[in-house]
Each structure stands twice: as structure tokens, then as C-alpha cells.
């Protein structure tokens, strides 16, 4: 029996490229500075952290991370407890309140039981500077996230990708569809969730995928840590 992959095994010299080098490098630099840099340093790659890649079922591709105090801590769409939920994520909890049953919206934002479940969270751009919306875009995380899903699509198989907005689907356009589920809507943002999001059954499709599967579902109700 071979031992499942982890994202060390499959990042490791990705890692050394001189491009993702320069990028922690500059990342560093400016915190150094003095720029306040979302999120805190321990908290950049969580995604990694809170869901192996082995443990993949469900990717959701976000942008880049939330730019205000104590919002970002590394998993796409997520707030750190105690902070108001963001727009985007107050629409999500809003579909899935019309299509899941049962499901009532809590009170907080936080998503590490998702991830737990196998759902990446994954920001294309994993740091900005404070109070500057996409001001790390051109660092270089958007190669190392692009390979990233390339890996994914490579080394597992059935996963569901959920694609909201131009951007996220720009980025999946490597899935192979064959192999794998892509659901494309409009970014759950009050400026585009009317467009379709709202609707969309992203949510339930995505239950469905696993159960047909014989995968575990998940559990969308987000819970916070004991």
C-alpha cells in the first residue's frame, strides 16, 4: 500500500523556484518595514494546514485575502471568530440557507470545520497589504496557486470545483472535466450574487457529487473549535 502524497511531497521544489523565493522574500521585506500584511505570517498557508492534500474533496477558489484588521487567517471566505461575516460570505450562508435543509445561519464566519472536511479554501493570493485590495497580485502566488490546482487535478480524482466569478474560473480552466466536477457561478458578492450565484445549487450538487461517489458529504454548518 503507498503512502498517500502530502502537499510537502508535491510542493517541495516547487518551493525553490526562484520565483517563490522572491515572493516570501518581498513579503518578508515589507513586514519588516513596518507594513501591516494580512494574514499574520503563522497563518499564510493554512489552507495547506487545516486540509491535505490526500484529503482534497472540494476546492473553492477565492482572491485574495480580506485587507481589514483580524479578518484573514488564511482559509479563502473565512473570518477569524468574533469578527462580522463578510458580505460574500453572509450570501453563502444565504444559499445555502434556500437549499440546504436545516441549515440557519451562524453567527460568526469562521470556516476551519470545512476545511477539516476536505474542502480547500484557497485564496489565488495568499497575502495583501493593509486597507489595499489585490496590492500583492503580482508577486508571484498566482503561479504557485496555479500549480497548486494543477496538482490537484494531477494527482486526485473526483474532487469538485466551485468557481465563482471570472477570476476563479479563469484559473480552472486546467481541470480536466473528465475526471473531475466544475461548477461555474457568479462571485457571491453583493455586486454579482442576483446574477446567479443565488440559485446556482452549488452547495447540494456538491453533496450529491460525493454521495454518488460514496463519499462522506459535508457538513456546511459552520462550527467553531471547542
Same mark, same amino acid.
Given at each position: ?8 511531497? @508535491? ?15 518581498? =513579503? ?15 497563518? =499564510? ?10 484529503? =482534497? ?14 479578518? +484573514? ?5 473565512? =473570518? ?5 461575516? /463578510? ?11 434556500? $437549499?440546504? /435543509? ?11 470545520? #470545512?476545511?477539516?472536511?476536505? &474542502?480547500?479554501?484557497?485564496?489565488? &493570493? ?6 489595499? +485590495? ?10 504557485? $496557486? ?13 474532487? @469538485?470545483?466551485?468557481?465563482?466569478? +471570472? ?14 466536477? &466544475? ?25 450529491? #457529487? ?5 463519499? $462522506?458529504?459535508?457538513? #456546511?454548518?459552520? @462550527?467553531?473549535?471547542?
Amino acid at each position: 500500500m503507498t503512502t498517500p502524497l502530502t502537499w510537502h511531497d @508535491v510542493l517541495a521544489t516547487e518551493k525553490q523556484q526562484p520565483y517563490f523565493v522572491n515572493t516570501l522574500t518581498t =513579503v518578508a521585506n515589507e513586514r519588516q518595514s513596518g507594513e501591516t500584511i494580512y494574514p499574520p505570517q503563522k497563518d =499564510v498557508f493554512n489552507a495547506f494546514r487545516f486540509t491535505e492534500l490526500n484529503d =482534497v474533496k472540494v476546492v473553492i477558489l477565492g482572491q485574495d485575502p480580506y485587507h481589514g484588521p483580524n479578518q +484573514a487567517h488564511g482559509l479563502a471566505f473565512s =473570518v477569524q471568530p468574533g469578527i462580522a461575516t /463578510p458580505p460574500s460570505l453572509l450570501n453563502m450562508y444565504k444559499e445555502l440557507e434556500g $437549499t440546504i /435543509p436545516g441549515f440557519t445561519r451562524p453567527n460568526h464566519g469562521y470556516l476551519e470545520s #470545512w476545511a477539516r472536511q476536505g &474542502v480547500l479554501l484557497l485564496n489565488t &493570493v495568499l497575502t495583501v497589504r493593509a486597507g489595499q +485590495a489585490h496590492s500583492h497580485a503580482s508577486l508571484g502566488w498566482e503561479t504557485f $496557486t496555479d500549480k497548486v490546482i494543477a496538482l490537484i487535478n494531477e494527482h486526485r480524482e473526483g474532487v @469538485v470545483f466551485l468557481l465563482w466569478g +471570472a477570476h476563479a474560473q479563469k484559473k480552472g480552466a486546467i481541470i480536466d472535466t473528465q475526471r473531475h466536477c &466544475v461548477l461555474k457561478a457568479p462571485h457571491p458578492s453583493p455586486l454579482s450574487a442576483h446574477r446567479g450565484f443565488f440559485g446556482s445549487n452549488h452547495f447540494v450538487q456538491t453533496n450529491q #457529487w460525493l454521495e454518488r461517489r460514496g463519499e $462522506t458529504p459535508i457538513d #456546511w454548518m459552520p @462550527v467553531l473549535p471547542e
